[in-house]
């Protein structure tokens, strides 16, 4: 039996995504591709609705094959999964499992009956506080040498524009000795970058009694022998307190990059988004992270066009980006999502309006973003190369400790090597250069490069 994991939206879903392939291959199925597999997996999202529309029409393409030979089977799982339910049977005939992202634990129990035409499977998290997890045997992950632990399910923040609480379901912190072991076995099997996840990182150990915070959790796996660097996302601004720069400034290991996400540069509008704190509270926050690390790379999340953002909160959102100058930011037009809160709020912008603010973050971005990787050529950076650059033959693709993605000419024994790099050039999103050394430095945590 074939199959085919086709993996949409956030790096939670890619761990899914992974899980998933792993059970599937100790119960002696094969991967292959879309086109000749015999099952689909999709493991879905539903925060924009564009992401949705994709799915949709990825499905749509089965229907020509199924209708001729009986394949694929499609398995939806994850968000979208959850949001649009038993919708999907009906509107193809080949969806034969919908699962919601709570409930991933029990796909496998019903994998191999998926191939017979009369059996169809809904599960669907109708209680948003358990969570069925896959029993996954050995090391899962896509890259040998990153890897990613989730450490929450779900979120209770409930900002009005978002749909992940009704799709993911209460805030549930993992035990911090599951996580500490799920590092630990990454670790040992070669993985030298591992990235802590969910989707408000800093709630960790809220929900425990008298668990440990976030900070404490840092402290904890930071000291992992053989971890070279440590990593976390996401970061709520609401939550995020001193004491987690206080781990990353004791604990070399702890990457200095953090995704801070603003969503908006106006106090009125991050009331409405029900966020939790003012421009200047985030100001704050970024400050205790630059006088730690100047050279921190720091990331955020911007939305425009949210219901009755005017001309002026929307320049109050590009003067945050020119006050911040952040790395990299991950900018989205509002999509209404019912039933999120912001859905039924009066004033909603026409697309146009929208498109319009989106081109022109897009572009003061873009510029900011240059500005700062100009200033990075002629100096030397540690890199840990970990794959392929997506283009170019010869060229592979690390990281630095701020994550700054760096290309360089190298080999497949550069890989899950941390090395020496001069930087040549700089655009927006990369780094180019060459290697400096011809013997890798080993070890993390070296300099902050
Ligand atoms: N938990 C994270 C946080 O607090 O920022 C983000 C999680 S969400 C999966 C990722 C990003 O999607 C958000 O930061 C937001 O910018 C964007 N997003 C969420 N809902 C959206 C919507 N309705 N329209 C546009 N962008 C949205
Ligand atoms: Fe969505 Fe807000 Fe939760 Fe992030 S914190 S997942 S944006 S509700």
Redesign the pocket.
């Known amino acids: 039996m074939r199959y085919c994991i086709k993996v949409f939206g ?1 790096q939670m879903n890619t761990v899914d995504g992974d899980r998933l392939r792993t059970v599937l291959q100790g119960m002696g199925w094969t991967e292959t591709e879309e086109d000749s597999a015999d099952l689909v997996i999709m493991v879905t999202c539903s ?2 609705e564009k992401a949705e529309q994709k799915v949709f029409s990825d499905l749509g393409r089965f229907g020509k094959r199924w209708r001729e030979t009986g394949r694929p089977a499609v398995a939806v799982v994850g968000c979208m999964a959850q949001r649009v339910g038993s919708d999907l049977f009906n509107r193809f005939p080949w969806v034969r499992l919908v699962a919601g992202p709570r409930h991933l634990g029990l796909v496998p129990g019903v994998t191999n009956s998926l191939l017979d035409s009369t059996s169809r499977f809904l599960m669907l998290d109708e209680d948003p506080v358990s969570v069925i997890d896959l029993e996954t045997p050995g090391i899962v992950r896509s890259n040998r040498w990153r890897g990613y632990v989730t450490i929450a399910h779900g ?1 209770d ?1 409930f ?1 009005t ?4 609480p009704y799709v993911r379901g209460r805030f549930q912190s993992r035990a911090a000795r599951a996580i500490i072991d799920d590092v630990d076995a990454l670790v040992r099997d070669g993985a030298r970058d591992v990235t802590l996840l969910g ?2 990182v800093n709630s960790y150990g809220t929900d425990f009694p008298d668990g440990p915070s976030f900070s404490d959790l840092l402290r904890e796996v930071a000291v992992i022998p053989g971890l070279s660097r440590l990593r976390f996302v ?1 970061s ?1 601004p609401k939550d995020f307190t001193k004491e987690i720069v206080e781990a990353m400034v004791e604990n070399p290991v702890i990457c200095p990059s953090v995704n801070l ?1 603003i ?1 908006s540069g106006s106090d009125r509008i991050l009331k409405r988004m029900n966020r939790g704190y003012t421009v200047e509270e985030y100001a704050q926050k970024i400050g205790w992270i630059r006088e730690a690390f100047p050279e921190a790379g720091l990331t955020s ?3 425009v066009g949210f219901p009755g953002e005017t001309q002026e909160d929307f320049e109050l959102s590009l003067e945050a980006l020119e006050r911040f100058r952040y790395d990299l930011v ?1 900018t ?4 209404r ?1 019912p039933p999120s809160g912001a859905a039924t709020m009066e004033q909603q912008l026409p697309e146009e309006e929208k498109t319009r603010r989106l081109n022109a973050v897009n572009a003061l971005q873009k510029e900011i973003a240059l500005s700062i990787n100009k200033r990075f050529e002629g100096r030397v950076l540690e890199v840990l190369f970990d794959g392929p650059a997506p283009k170019g033959t010869g060229l592979i693709a690390g990281r630095t400790l701020s994550d700054k993605v760096v290309i360089a000419m190298g080999t497949d024994e550069d890989f899950g090597q941390i090395r020496k790099v001069r930087i040549e050039r700089g655009d927006a999103w990369s780094l180019y250069g060459v290697l400096e050394n011809p013997d890798p430095l080993i070890g993390g945590g070296i300099s902050r490069g």
Not at 161 to 164: E, F, K, L
Not at 332 to 335: P, T, V
Request: include cysteine.
């Open positions: 956030c925060i924009r979120c923040n900002c524009y978002c749909i992940v989707q408000n996401t709520h996400p969503q999340d911007l939305i991950h989205a037009a509002y999509s999502r």
